[in-house]
């Protein structure tokens, strides 16, 4: 049954943060040691180095036996670290991270990354400068890389002379750098408008009634906008292709493709199918209907592994119409998280009547976590997708019993689980919805 209490789905009782236990400075100060003990303890006995800040260094290794003490570190470092500010120093940061993203953008513009040597040697600004084209504004190049180094983002070795670090190096690669620009030139003209809309469009989930509309002077909604700008529709490609690459470790092992033996998927709105060609070498046994629009389509059966190629039909689809590809599974990822909840039961109702007796819906978005009176950092991610989904189509990312809902509306017999920890990075969790013989509950929508 859903939660009757408006807040029940956040996890925590309404209570005022002085009504709840929080830790002491000391308290977590032994928290960051404990974790930073277990962890350095495990990978020594791993012979793994421990992260550093000079290049190179891939962090900490994505270990279940640290997963706990590193989460730990995260989140009373973190914690430690607010406490050792001022109230008002903190807020203060935070209202000024702005200008962090500004010079992040001016570092790009002005190819810095590729200047600096990779291996951490330092050099001088007014050299960088002069390489860069910039030497007329050395200062304001200066002082842009002086304000990352205070988040970590280069080094000053000693006073003028910079260098790489270990986060930096990676401005040197086109996917960052196409990030940076998409966020720039399309995300941050609409994400101080958010306001704006929610005044001129109360309670609107009309894509054309969005902060981004605002924010670029169109009627157009984002996505058509975006194929109305050739430049900006293939760099947001790239960047979700690299995206994609980045998870496929991640979504290959969310969830048990191999229980599902020799079923069929319907991959809707897979794109290319670049997402279902990793779950098909996973699971050799599954075999795939990769259904979208009849541009992807097509480029989705020219790049298709030669291998895989007998494991995969291709059908021309519009999933706000009735489904009528028959299979055991309908494969969503990052689809929803792109339409209001209203757009969301549509599409799920469109697909019921093709389903069977245990068919499933398996759905790949971010996963809005059960909140705490000290945050999770790695956390920031869903929340900031989410704002992203706010400001450009009036849509989110949802809690677990946010989904439920959704699924109860389309049809009672649905019974949801979920895969994955709430939270994570990009395909990290996913959502199952079976469709059972009768409704096992009298929900209350």
């Known amino acids: 049954m859903l939660?009757?209490?408006?807040?029940?789905?956040?996890?925590?009782?309404?209570?005022?943060i002085s009504?709840?236990?929080?830790?002491?400075?000391?308290?977590?100060?032994?928290?960051?040691?404990?974790?930073?003990?277990?962890?350095?303890?495990?990978?020594?006995?791993?012979?793994?180095?421990?992260?550093?800040?000079?290049?190179?260094?891939?962090?900490?290794?994505?270990?279940?036996?640290?997963?706990?003490?590193?989460?730990?570190?995260?989140?009373a470092s973190r914690a430690l670290g607010v406490l050792s500010h001022d109230p008002l120093s903190h807020l203060r940061e935070t209202i000024l991270q702005f200008n962090e993203c500004a010079a992040l953008v001016l570092v790009v513009d002005w190819k810095i990354a590729h200047i600096l040597e990779l291996d951490g040697t330092p050099m001088h600004i007014s050299e960088i400068a002069k390489r860069a084209g910039a030497a007329a504004d050395e200062y304001k190049l200066v002082s842009a890389l002086r304000m990352l180094t205070t988040q970590y983002i280069f080094a000053e070795l000693k006073?003028?002379?910079?260098?790489?670090?270990?986060?930096?190096?990676?401005?040197?690669?086109?996917?960052?750098?196409?990030?940076?620009?998409?966020?720039?030139?399309?995300?941050?003209?609409?994400?101080?408008?958010?306001?704006?809309?929610?005044?001129?469009?109360?309670?609107?989930?009309n894509p054309t009634e969005t902060a981004f509309t605002i924010g670029h002077k169109t009627s157009s909604p984002f996505f058509p906008w975006l194929l109305e700008h050739p430049a900006h529709i293939t760099r947001f490609n790239k960047i979700m292709r690299v995206m994609a690459e980045s998870s496929y470790a991640r979504l290959r092992s969310v969830y048990p493709w191999r229980s599902l033996g020799k079923s069929t998927i319907v991959d809707l709105a897979g794109g290319n199918g670049h997402?279902?060609?990793?779950?098909?070498?996973?699971?050799?046994?599954?075999?795939?209907?990769?259904?979208?629009?009849?541009?992807?389509?097509?480029?989705?059966?020219?790049?298709?592994?030669?291998e895989l190629k007998d494991r995969f039909e291709y059908r021309v689809v519009d999933f706000f119409e009735k489904m009528t590809i028959p299979a055991d599974v309908y494969f969503m990822r990052m689809i929803l998280h792109f339409m209001s909840d209203e757009?969301?039961?549509?599409?799920?109702?469109?697909i019921v009547p093709a389903?069977?007796?245990?068919?499933?819906?398996?759905?790949?978005?971010?996963?809005?976590?059960?909140?705490?009176?000290?945050?999770?950092?790695?956390?920031?991610?869903?929340?900031?997708?989410?704002?992203?989904?706010?400001?450009?189509?009036?849509?989110?990312?949802?809690?677990?019993?946010?989904?439920?809902?959704?699924?109860?509306?389309?049809?009672?017999?649905?019974?949801?689980?979920?895969?994955?920890?709430?939270?994570?990075?990009?395909?990290?969790?996913?959502?199952?919805?079976?469709?059972?013989d009768e409704p096992a509950v009298k929900w209350k929508l």
């Open 3 to 16: 939660p009757e209490n408006p807040n029940s789905h956040i996890g925590i009782n309404a209570t005022s």
């Open 19 to 75: 009504q709840q236990t929080t830790p002491s400075l000391l308290e977590l100060a032994e928290q960051v040691a404990a974790a930073a003990t277990a962890i350095a303890k495990q990978l020594r006995e791993k012979n793994v180095a421990e992260p550093r800040l000079h290049p190179p260094c891939a962090g900490l290794p994505d270990d279940p036996e640290i997963k706990e003490a590193r989460q730990q570190l995260l989140v």
């Open 159 to 205: 006073p003028g002379y910079f260098a790489h670090n270990s986060s930096s190096v990676y401005l040197a690669r086109e996917e960052t750098e196409l990030l940076i620009g998409h966020c720039n030139e399309v995300l941050v003209p609409s994400a101080f408008k958010v306001s704006e809309a929610m005044r001129k469009w109360p309670a609107s989930t």
């Open 343 to 350: 757009d969301c039961v549509r599409v799920v109702k469109n």
């Open 275 to 306: 997402i279902s060609h990793q779950i098909a070498y996973e699971a050799p046994e599954l075999r795939f209907v990769l259904a979208d629009l009849e541009n992807a389509v097509k480029d989705a059966k020219e790049t298709c592994p030669v």
């Open 355 to 436: 389903m069977k007796k245990g068919s499933r819906i398996l759905v790949a978005d971010g996963i809005i976590p059960k909140c705490d009176v000290m945050p999770d950092p790695k956390h920031r991610y869903v929340f900031n997708q989410n704002w992203n989904m706010i400001q450009i189509m009036n849509a989110r990312e949802r809690t677990f019993a946010e989904v439920q809902k959704i699924f109860a509306q389309a049809d009672l017999r649905f019974r949801l689980k979920q895969w994955g920890e709430a939270g994570g990075p990009p395909s990290s969790e996913i959502i199952e919805a079976v469709l059972a």
